[in-house]
């Protein structure tokens, strides 16, 4: 079921829905290419791309390098900016943001969130750790930052569920 710390706005959903679908049809390709099985797009209000990247933790062996992090690097390089917050820009991603990943976006000025799978079936399926998170919805809508989330969750689901049975890497530190 669909959660949103807003009023859910059909039409908002609607444009969500085929944009995280299409990312998570891409997403195999980036997988086979050597990305963590997470992809991240930015857009904006007119619903103009401004940047979209996979997870790269493994392939350019950084532990920062989840993909939204990615994605909102290369937005603020795009823009030449270090605060979005002027351009009214959307964050879709096929999984919810992890514990760091939710302090990146406050920190750009994206103004929206939708997000697919969330963390706790993320766990579940795969093992890897999301980290502690509080109640963040309501976190980013004191700070006007709209969050929809379990967005074309079943088939969000079925690809970390294919990633893992295709025997590939879930990374963790060692605790
Ligand atoms: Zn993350």
């Known amino acids: 079921m ?17 944009i995280i679908e299409q990312l998570q049809t891409e997403l195999y390709e ?3 290419n050597g990305a963590g099985p997470f992809l991240a797009a930015v ?21 920062h390098n989840h993909a ?3 994605t909102i690097k290369a937005a603020e390089k795009a823009l030449n900016t270090y605060d979005l917050s002027a351009y009214d820009l959307s964050l879709y991603v096929t999984a ?7 302090g990146a976006i406050m920190w750009s000025g994206i103004k929206a ?3 697919s799978v969330p963390s706790k079936r993320v766990e579940e399926i795969t093992g890897f ?17 709209t969050v929809y989330g379990h967005i074309a969750q079943e088939q969000g689901e079925k690809v970390l569920q294919d990633y893992v049975n295709g025997g590939r890497t879930v990374y963790q530190p060692q605790r």
């Open 2 to 18: 669909i959660i949103a710390n807003e009023p859910i706005d059909a039409s908002k959903l609607a444009k969500a829905t085929e």
């Open 30 to 32: 980036h997988i086979t």
């Open 43 to 63: 857009y904006d209000k007119n619903g103009k791309l401004i940047a979209k990247a996979a997870n790269s933790v493994i392939n350019e062996t950084c532990s």
């Open 68 to 70: 939204e992090m990615n």
């Open 96 to 102: 919810e943001p992890c514990m760091m990943c939710l």
């Open 113 to 115: 969130v939708y997000y």
């Open 129 to 145: 750790d999301e980290g502690f998170k509080p109640d963040w919805l309501t976190e980013f809508k004191k700070r006007g930052i």
